[in-house]
C-alpha cells in the first residue's frame, strides 16, 4: 500500500537547531517503569519506537544530581552513569531517529529516600505528598550550584551521544517550573515577584546547555503553560504567553504541555483527543522556532490538520507511541486499519507508579521487546503443524486468536454469545469507556484479514464438542463472572443475608437488568467498575450510595491518574461516597455497614445492592475437559490451556497479555527459572 497523499505533510523534516528530524513525529519523554534498573529493555524499548517511525524517541525524566533522587527513572549524576544510557542512544541512532534526553531536577517533589538529601525549592515548603519532610529554600549558592550539575549533565548527555537536550519546566515535577509558578514561588530577590524573575533561571539554564553543547546538539524546553489552577498557579493567558515572549527565540524547540501529570495526561474517561489544544494552542504566535504538543493524537487527519492550522510543527505522543510503536510507519505506507489506536486508559502509567516494567492494553508487546525478545510487528512463523481452538472471544481470545493466525496457524475461534468482544464489549458501554472499544475493534478487524482463523458465533461449546474438533493445541478463555455472594477483599466468606433482598452485580448492570433505588454500590473491587457502575445507575435517576472499604471510591485509580476526577464526577452527579466502610449485612429493606477502624455499625435504607467484589473464572469446560485426560489423549489434543479471565481474573491488559503469551509460547508449561532475561547489577567497586 501507499501513503495517501494527504499525509505528505507529517513525513517533512524539522530542523530542531543543528539536527534534522526526518519527520514529524515526535516521541515526547515518558515513564516507562525501567529506567536505570533495567537499561537495556528501556534502550531496546526506545529502539523499537525509531524503527517505528518516530523521528525524535527521548528519554523518561533523568534526574542529575543526588538532591534529586527517584528509584525508578534514569540519572546521569557522574560519568558512570553514561555507558547505560549510551545504550539507547546506539538504539536509536541505529533505525535513523534522533535521541533526545529530558534533564530534570525535581525540587520539592524529589523524595530522596535513598540519597537522604534535604529537597530544595524556590521558597520553604512542606515536600510533595504526605512525606513527613519539608523542602529547603534554595540561596543564590544554591542556584549556582544547580546551574553547574545542569551544565554538567548536559555534557555527559552529548557524551552519551544524545542529539536533543530537553530542558524541562513542565507538570509541576521540575525544579525550573517551581520558580515559574507564583504557587511555589514567593522570592523577593531578582528569582521571584515579576514573571521577567521567576523566569530568569530558566533563561539561564536554557542558555547554559546551548553553551555546553555548543552545535552539536539541539536544545528543546519542555514548559507547562498552564496548570488548570485559574489565577492560583500558571496560566496560558498570563505567564504561558509571557514565558514564550521572553524567551521564544531562545531554544531550538518548544514542547509545550499543561500541568500537573494527571491534567496532561488525562485518560480518554474524562477527555477527548486533542483537549490541551484549548490551552496550548497560542505557542506559535510567540515563536519561529518549531512547536510540538501532545494530546493521545491516533488520528492522522487530526494530526495534519494541526500542522495545516499552525498549531504545532510535530506531532507529539507519549501514550500513542506505547499502544503502537510503528504507528507514524502504518500511516507512512498506507496502513491506518493496522494502528493499534490508544484507548486512554493509563494502565502504562500503573505500571511506572508500580516501578514495574511498562504494559499496556492495546500493546502486550510494550516492555517485553529485550525481556522477551517480543516484537511489536513481528512474530515467529508456526513452528508446529498444530491446529488451534480458542473457546471464547473475549480480549484473552481475541488477542490468541489473531497472533496465532498471525503466525500462519489453522485456528478456531469458538464463541458462545453473539457478538465479539466478551468483557470489552459490554463494558465500553459504560459511562466514559467507550474508547475502550477499540480493543475489540482493532482485533476483530485484523481478524477480518486472516484466512486461515474461522470465527463461530453463537457457538458454547462443550466437552464433547471441544473433542470432536481435531485441534490439538485448546485455550479456554470463557471469561469471568462477578460474584454475588460478596466474596473479595474484606470478606472471605459470603456476607449475610443475601437471600433476602435484590442483591445485583456489574454483570446485570451491564445486561441491563431492573435494578430500583435507592441502590447500594460496593465498590470492594477499588478500580474503575465500582464508580462507573454508580454512575450508570445515577444517570437513571436512581438514589445511590457507594459504600468501600477504602477511604475514596475507585482507590486503585489513584495509580491512573484518575482517582480525584472520578470523586468529583461521583459527587457533581449525586452520588454519595460512604469511605472506610465494610458492608457487614444485608436484610429487608436496608444494608448495615461497618467502619473499617472503629466497627461502628450504619445502616442504610436500599431497595438494591450490587456488589462489585471478587469475579470467579469461568472455567467449567477446563476442569471438565482435564477430569478425563485419556478422553483427551484420545481426541489428539496435547496442550489444554486457560487463558485470560478464565486463568485469572485481572484487568483487560493483563487478559491481552495472556492471549498474546499462549500465541508465543502455545502454552507450554513454565521452566523451573525465569522465563525472560534480566539484568544484574555490576559490582562496581571492592568492599
Known amino acids: 500500500m501507499t501513503r495517501d497523499p494527504r499525509y505528505d505533510v507529517l513525513f517533512e523534516p524539522v530542523r530542531i537547531g543543528p539536527v534534522t528530524a526526518r519527520n514529524r513525529f515526535y516521541q515526547v519523554p515518558h515513564c516507562n517503569g525501567m529506567g536505570r534498573t533495567h537499561p537495556t529493555a528501556m534502550a531496546v524499548m526506545r529502539g523499537i519506537k525509531a524503527e517505528g517511525g518516530w523521528a525524535v524517541v527521548c528519554t523518561e525524566q533523568c534526574d542529575i544530581h543526588p538532591t534529586s533522587e527517584t528509584t525508578r527513572e534514569i540519572r546521569l549524576w557522574d560519568d558512570r552513569d553514561i555507558p547505560s544510557l549510551a545504550r539507547m542512544t546506539e538504539q536509536v541512532h541505529e533505525h535513523g531517529g534522533l535521541a533526545g534526553i529530558e534533564l530534570t531536577h525535581m525540587g520539592y517533589h524529589a523524595y530522596n529516600v535513598t540519597s537522604r538529601e534535604v529537597p530544595m525549592a524556590p521558597s520553604a515548603t512542606p515536600a510533595y505528598g504526605i512525606l513527613p519532610q519539608q523542602a529547603r529554600e534554595m540561596d543564590i549558592s544554591d542556584i549556582a550550584d544547580y546551574r553547574r550539575w545542569h551544565r554538567a549533565a548536559a555534557r555527559r548527555s552529548k557524551e552519551a551521544g544524545f542529539d536533543i537536550i530537553v530542558v524541562y519546566a513542565g507538570h509541576d515535577l521540575s525544579l525550573l517550573m517551581h520558580f515559574l509558578s507564583p504557587r511555589t514561588n514567593r522570592r523577593t530577590d531578582e528569582y521571584g515577584g515579576s514573571v521577567e524573575n521567576r523566569a530568569r533561571l530558566l533563561r539561564e539554564v536554557i542558555e547554559d546547555t546551548k553553551q555546553e553543547v555548543g552545535d552539536s546538539c539541539g536544545v528543546a524546553v519542555r514548559v507547562a503553560v498552564d496548570e488548570l489552577l485559574g489565577e492560583a498557579g500558571i496560566t496560558s493567558d498570563r505567564e504561558g504567553r509571557a514565558v514564550l515572549d521572553l524567551l521564544g527565540e531562545l531554544p531550538d524547540l518548544w514542547d509545550i504541555n499543561v500541568s500537573e501529570w494527571h491534567n496532561d495526561s488525562q485518560t480518554s474517561r474524562f477527555s477527548e483527543e486533542g483537549f490541551q489544544e484549548a490551552y496550548i494552542s497560542f505557542a506559535k504566535q510567540h515563536t519561529s522556532k518549531p512547536v510540538v504538543g501532545v494530546g493521545r493524537y491516533t488520528s492522522p487527519d487530526h494530526m495534519v490538520s494541526l500542522i495545516n492550522k499552525g498549531v504545532f510543527d510535530m506531532i507529539g505522543a507519549a501514550r500513542p507511541s506505547i499502544a503502537d510503536p510503528f504507528l507514524p510507519k502504518k500511516i507512512e505506507e498506507g496502513r491506518l486499519d493496522d494502528i493499534r489506536e490508544c484507548i486512554g486508559c493509563n494502565i502504562c502509567v500503573a505500571s511506572d507508579m508500580h516501578s514495574a516494567p511498562i504494559r499496556c492494553t492495546q500493546n502486550p508487546t510494550m516492555g517485553e521487546e529485550w525481556r522477551r525478545d517480543w516484537h511489536p510487528e513481528r512474530i515467529t512463523p508456526k513452528d508446529t503443524d498444530d491446529r488451534v481452538l480458542v473457546v471464547g472471544a473475549g480480549p484473552a481470545g481475541l488477542e490468541a486468536a489473531m497472533s496465532l493466525g498471525r503466525r500462519g496457524y489453522d485456528v478456531m475461534l469458538a464463541e458462545a454469545g453473539t457478538e465479539l468482544g466478551g468483557r470489552v464489549a459490554r463494558e465500553c458501554r459504560l459511562p466514559g469507556l467507550s474508547a475502550w472499544g477499540r480493543v475489540r475493534d482493532y482485533r476483530t478487524g485484523q481478524l477480518n484479514k486472516l484466512a486461515n482463523v474461522g470465527i463461530y458465533l453463537d457457538s458454547a461449546m462443550t466437552a464433547e464438542s471441544v473433542l470432536e474438533t481435531g485441534c490439538s493445541l485448546v485455550a479456554v478463555a470463557g471469561g469471568a463472572t462477578w460474584r454475588r455472594d460478596g466474596t473479595g477483599r474484606s470478606h472471605v466468606i459470603p456476607i449475610p443475608g443475601l ?189
Open 499 to 687: 437471600d433476602d433482598g435484590n442483591v445485583f452485580t456489574p454483570d446485570d448492570v451491564m445486561g441491563d437488568a431492573p435494578i430500583t433505588g435507592p441502590v447500594v454500590v460496593f465498590d470492594d473491587d477499588h478500580y474503575y467498575m465500582g464508580g462507573v457502575t454508580a454512575e450508570k445507575l445515577r444517570s437513571q435517576g436512581l438514589q445511590v450510595t457507594l459504600v468501600t472499604p477504602m477511604a475514596e471510591a475507585s482507590a486503585w485509580t489513584v495509580y491512573t491518574l484518575e482517582l480525584d476526577r472520578i470523586q468529583k464526577r461521583l459527587l457533581e452527579a449525586g452520588v454519595e461516597i460512604l469511605g472506610s466502610h465494610t458492608l457487614s449485612g444485608i436484610g429487608g429493606n436496608e444494608v448495615e455497614t461497618a467502619c473499617v477502624h472503629t466497627g461502628r455499625i450504619r445502616r442504610l435504607a436500599c431497595a438494591s445492592v450490587v456488589l462489585v467484589t471478587g469475579r470467579d473464572p469461568d472455567d467449567m469446560l477446563f476442569d471438565t475437559l482435564t477430569g478425563d485426560p485419556d478422553a483427551l489423549v484420545a481426541a489428539g489434543i496435547r496442550r489444554l490451556t486457560r487463558i485470560g479471565d478464565a486463568l485469572a481474573p485481572g484487568t483487560i491488559a493483563a487478559a491481552i497479555w495472556s492471549g498474546h503469551r499462549f500465541a508465543r509460547e502455545l502454552g507450554e508449561r513454565l521452566p523451573d527459572g525465569p522465563t525472560y532475561r534480566y539484568e544484574l547489577p555490576a559490582l562496581a567497586e571492592p568492599i
